[in-house]
């Protein structure tokens, strides 16, 4: 049963326009919520993260948005830019100290110059 | 700035074989996580150390052990390798609960 899901595997975007990538969850329970960027042949690298009490965060190009009660975060990526091509994980876990991250499937993004 | 440190990067094994995965990181970290990354599977957690000397099992942990001698390192083993154990294994660490995870490049290893 997956409790992360990204439901879409891959998404094209042109250069400067905005790239939407989103996760779904089914656990009420998480509460923290972080988004990871993944090149080939390289580790996952944390790209920007956002916490149940608030419904939004931002980062430079890079915003997080949470809607809590349909269980459902979006990453803006705005302008989207060549080198942001690559899989982005988003991953949920608990405030209870259960220290364990879940991660969905993935999404592979393609910035088209 | 080594960060979080994979040995080795690729391997090759046969069928019962057995192996250790490696996994340093130098930036005094409690938590330290074992990852397999499977086409359309995303991340799965096997195995994660809450500090010293501590063990827990994730998701997957069936066919592997993990140890955690020395806070700085966290080991990974196949005791008897099999076909379904192919993969690419992410070694991750961060320093509370609730903080984002520092991955290493990850070990791709192949069982025939």
């Known amino acids: 049963d997956q409790q992360v899901k990204q439901n879409s595997p891959s998404l094209s975007v042109q250069e400067g326009r905005i790239s939407i990538l989103n996760c779904d969850y089914t656990?009420?329970?998480?509460?923290?919520f972080l988004w990871y960027k993944k090149y080939p042949a390289e580790g996952p690298t944390f790209l920007i993260s956002?916490?149940?009490?608030?419904d939004k965060n931002e980062d430079g190009r890079f915003t997080v948005f949470l809607n809590k009660s349909a269980k459902h975060l979006s990453l803006h990526i705005v302008p989207s830019q060549p080198g942001d091509s690559a899989v982005y994980f988003c991953?949920?876990?608990?405030?209870?100290?259960?220290?364990?991250?879940?991660f969905g499937t993935g999404t592979r993004l393609k910035v088209l110059a | 700035n080594a960060g979080v440190t994979q040995t080795p990067k690729f391997r090759v094994l046969k069928t019962g074989q057995s192996m250790t995965l490696l996994c340093a990181q130098d930036?005094?970290?409690?938590?330290m996580y074992w990852y397999r990354q499977d086409p359309g599977m995303g991340l799965r957690l096997i195995h994660y150390?809450?500090?010293?000397?501590?063990?827990a099992k994730g998701e997957v942990p069936d066919g592997y052990n993990v140890s955690r001698l020395k806070k700085q390192n966290f080991l990974l083993g196949l005791e008897s390798a099999a076909p379904s154990q192919t993969s690419v294994y992410f070694c991750?660490?961060?320093?509370?609960?609730?903080?984002?995870?520092?991955f290493g490049d990850g070990t791709r290893l192949s069982i025939l």
């Open positions: 656990n009420s329970m998480f509460d923290y």
């Open positions: 991953a949920a876990s608990e405030a209870s100290g259960t220290y364990k991250y879940i």
């Open positions: 150390s809450v500090g010293e000397g501590t063990t």
């Open positions: 956002i916490s149940s009490i608030k």
């Open positions: 991750a660490s961060s320093d509370r609960v609730n903080q984002p995870q520092h």
């Open positions: 930036m005094n970290h409690e938590y």
